[in-house]
């Protein structure tokens, strides 16, 4: 059951939401989205029974740099699906998840598969929980990520299993967006054997889990390696650090250019903001050099300043030996990255936005 804390969050976002849907009616005639907190209860993003893996509305699609245009569907019930697809073995393994509000033919999804096959050969995987899926479904939030998850874990087992083309747990990194960060949390606890290699978390939601039972949560448990980028609102103090290295970008709450234009994106918010700067981190080459601070506070007003060997890339090419709380600043557009701040620059977060 949901506790009456959670409640009150959900009920006061979706009040949120349906002030904004009113007042945007007249620019999307359409009407698809929800208008009251009943239909968010049933709504398309609701999974339908049989609740079993694999599962109609939780499809694997592998992409490669020869299948760029058009994902190639694995069946987890069948290896001849894998045998018969572009799947390298010798290429890095990349496990894609979105949160509820996302599809493989959408934004991220796409630019982040763009930026990696810009760099090089990889067997990006997305889980994709089908195009119709915009809001996420309440009814199911308490336990549709433990489904994900299990079913992700079976994605991670054939892979695993596969007679011709197999690939150990340990060798894939995945990320995941939002919830989907919490689902890899859970795809840990169903693996029989073995441990996910990275776990990348973009921006784990406060909105699913309040921190109640850390078994729910993402944690350095999960994987041999789990880094995360914090940019959503409300995070610090209450949330996190999740990871091994944890990363809080402009100070980890606020970032410009929010939109609101679902009700996930306005729960999320700030919190959307996390794919286009890992996405740019995997082709970056001024990179995102995080540094060390004692505390938030010390961080905004400039008080930190680390030594040359204390920074780390924040991204894709995270150092694996990196432990504990990083801060980085952007640019407030493309290119974000700023380069390594240098010797005697103090890592501070004036005009983070200029
Ligand atoms: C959910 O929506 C579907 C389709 O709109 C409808 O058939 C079904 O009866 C609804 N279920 C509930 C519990 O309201
Ligand atoms: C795939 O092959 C492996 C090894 O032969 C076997 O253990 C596994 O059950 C097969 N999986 C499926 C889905 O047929
Ligand atoms: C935490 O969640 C897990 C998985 O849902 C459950 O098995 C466990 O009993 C929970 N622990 C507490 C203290 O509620």
């Known amino acids: 059951m949901l506790t009456s804390s959670k409640w009150l969050i959900l009920i006061g976002i979706t009040a949120v939401q349906i002030t904004v849907s009113e007042s945007q009616q007249n620019d999307q005639p359409n009407g698809e989205k929800p208008k009251s907190v009943r239909q968010l209860f049933n709504t398309t993003s609701c999974i339908p029974p049989p609740y079993r893996c694999p599962h109609p509305k939780m499809q694997f699609y592998l992409y490669t740099r020869s299948t760029q245009a058009k994902g190639e569907l694995l069946n987890t019930l069948d290896n001849d699906s894998l045998t018969a697809s572009r799947f390298n073995r010798n290429h890095p393994t990349k496990i894609v998840v979105h949160g509820f509000g996302g599809g493989r033919n959408l934004s991220p999804s796409t630019d982040m598969r763009n930026a990696y096959f810009t ?26 990520p433990r489904f994900a998850g299990l079913c992700i874990a079976q994605l991670v087992e054939y892979l695993q299993n596969h007679p011709t083309k197999s690939v150990q747990p340990e060798q894939i990194h995945t990320i995941g967006y939002s919830v989907g960060a919490h689902i890899l949390g859970l795809v840990a606890n169903y693996l029989k054997v073995g ?5 990348t978390g973009l921006d784990p939601t406060i909105l699913f889990y309040m921190g109640n039972n850390r078994s729910r ?5 999960d994987a041999l390696f789990v880094d995360v980028l914090h940019t959503g609102a409300g995070i610090l103090g209450q949330w996190g650090p999740n990871g091994h290295a944890d990363f809080y970008v402009n100070g980890g709450s606020s970032q410009p250019g929010c939109a609101h234009d679902t009700i996930f994106q306005t729960l999320s918010c700030d919190h959307t903001k996390v794919t286009p700067y890992f996405i740019e981190s995997i082709n970056s080459r001024e990179g995102f050099w995080a540094g060390p601070c004692s505390s938030l506070f010390s961080y905004l007003i400039g008080w930190c300043e680390p030594q040359d060997t204390d920074y780390v890339l924040m991204g894709e090419y995270v150092d694996r030996n990196a432990r504990g709380v990083y801060y980085v600043t952007t640019n407030a557009k493309p290119p974000y990255a700023r380069g390594f701040p240098g010797r005697s620059r103090r890592l501070r977060s004036i005009t983070p936005y200029s």
């Open 119 to 144: 760099k090089g050969n990889y067997n990006i995987i997305i889980v994709d929980y089908g195009s119709l899926v915009k809001e996420p479904c309440l009814g199911q939030i308490e336990w549709a």
């Open 195 to 199: 441990k996910l290699g990275r776990i």
């Open 217 to 221: 949560d993402l944690d350095h448990t």
